[in-house]
């Protein structure tokens, strides 16, 4: 199995970056310098002002180290890395069933992984939360239950034989609707109201929650990206979501059924544990809501402990670290792809 290599995540605006024999060294003027040794490395994610030295860069490229440069937001602008070598046959068939019967079906399992995921967080707070569905919280029942019973409808729907990826589309997109409608109902904010969510809302984000989950999507569509070259398919063209230049369309794709368990649980957990607050986010001119320097912190360290979790893969029957889960998914797409399996199988979380 793939072992689970370290995303080097520099948030501090004056920290630079440089090559230290085969090791990475990390320079700031307030505090020692630290150290990490390149082969422990799969990739860098720089926020804004944090400089890398050109040695460092070439070195990174030669060694298949992804370097991801974000401005101060958060919001990606590049990405750096190397010749990449991508399986020219596989990369046919991922372009063929792009305009295919296949690539229906593979939006179909995405889809429906997505929902049930989506289903599943929902169900899980109104089994950890009994109150949730008593007097104490009549509110939160009763907008939770309805809205598993209608995410259990939109999959049966889902399971048509004669839907299209337009149709597909629209059911993802209805499901998304019931989905964070009762979002706000998950969040423990009687005590910090400002982190209420008031729907879903991005470029800009509108609110705390909001600012959370877009950050979190970043982290994890740049693993998603990474797996999918990791097996040699083309990140650009997808399946579920239209090509547009610039767009990682395929790594999108592939996070849709990893969104509710791996960035939306862990924003939840992130506000109920208190661990982020009110005070964690800054408001720009124009409505904007961002994480504070100090919070996206706060978020890194949190991402990176879930992803060393192991979780059983409810297809392989193995347990591996939450972090490789992408990973997995991209070698099931590309053996589908290869006709090696009948279908792809999403990742369900139970």
């Known amino acids: 199995m793939k072992q689970l290599l370290n995303t080097l995540y520099v948030t501090t605006p004056g920290t630079g970056l440089r090559k230290d024999g085969e090791t990475v060294l990390i320079e700031r003027e307030d505090s020692l310098p630290g150290r990490i040794p390149m082969h422990m490395l799969g990739s860098l994610v720089v926020f804004g002002g944090v400089w890398i030295s050109p040695p460092l860069i070439e070195a990174c490229a030669s060694g298949g180290i992804t370097i991801v440069l974000l401005n101060r937001q958060g919001r990606f602008q590049a990405r750096i890395e190397g010749p990449v070598s991508g399986n020219v046959l596989l990369r046919r068939a991922q372009y063929k069933a792009s305009e295919s019967a296949v690539g229906t079906g593979i939006v179909q399992a995405i889809v429906a992984g997505k929902i049930a995921n989506q289903r599943a967080v929902l169900m899980r707070t109104l089994r950890d939360r009994p109150?949730?569905?008593?007097?104490?919280?009549?509110?939160?029942?009763?907008?939770?239950?309805?809205?598993?019973?209608?995410?259990?409808?939109?999959?049966?729907?889902?399971?048509?034989?004669?839907?299209?990826?337009?149709?597909?589309?629209?059911?993802?997109?209805?499901?998304?609707?019931?989905?964070?409608?009762?979002?706000?109902?998950?969040?423990?904010?009687?005590?910090?109201?400002?982190?209420?969510?008031?729907?879903?809302?991005?470029?800009?984000?509108?609110?705390?929650?909001?600012?959370?989950?877009?950050?979190?999507?970043?982290?994890?569509?740049?693993?998603?990206?990474?797996?999918?070259?990791?097996?040699?398919?083309?990140?650009?063209?997808?399946?579920?979501?239209?090509?547009?230049?610039?767009?990682?369309s395929l790594a999108l794709d592939l996070m849709e059924e990893l969104r509710p368990i791996l960035a939306d649980r862990?924003?939840?957990?992130?506000?109920?544990?208190?661990?982020?607050?009110?005070?964690?986010?800054?408001?720009?001119?124009?409505?904007?809501?961002?994480?504070?320097?100090?919070?996206?912190?706060?978020?890194?360290?949190?991402?990176?402990?879930?992803?060393?979790?192991?979780?059983?893969?409810p297809f392989l029957g193995e347990s591996a670290p939450i972090g490789l889960v992408p990973f997995l998914q991209a070698q099931m797409l590309a053996r589908h792809l290869r006709g090696d399996l009948d279908a792809y199988p999403p990742w369900l979380w139970k």
């Not at 979190?216 to 990474?226: F, G, P, S």
């Not at 961002?290 to 979780?311: G, N």
């Open 266 to 313: 862990l924003a939840l957990s992130l506000i109920n544990r208190r661990q982020i607050q009110g005070s964690d986010i800054r408001a720009l001119d124009g409505g904007a809501v961002l994480l504070t320097d100090d919070a996206r912190k706060t978020v890194l360290t949190a991402w990176q402990e879930r992803k060393r979790e192991s979780r059983r893969h």
């Open 131 to 248: 109150e949730a569905g008593s007097d104490a919280d009549t509110e939160a029942g009763s907008a939770l239950r309805p809205a598993t019973e209608r995410l259990a409808d939109i999959l049966r729907r889902l399971r048509r034989p004669d839907q299209d990826i337009d149709a597909l589309r629209g059911l993802e997109g209805e499901a998304g609707q019931v989905y964070f409608a009762v979002f706000d109902h998950l969040l423990r904010t009687d005590t910090d109201p400002v982190l209420r969510f008031h729907g879903r809302s991005r470029r800009p984000p509108r609110d705390a929650t909001n600012a959370l989950l877009s950050f979190l999507y970043t982290l994890l569509v740049h693993d998603c990206r990474a797996a999918l070259e990791s097996v040699g398919l083309d990140p650009a063209v997808g399946f579920l979501h239209r090509d547009r230049p610039g767009r990682p």
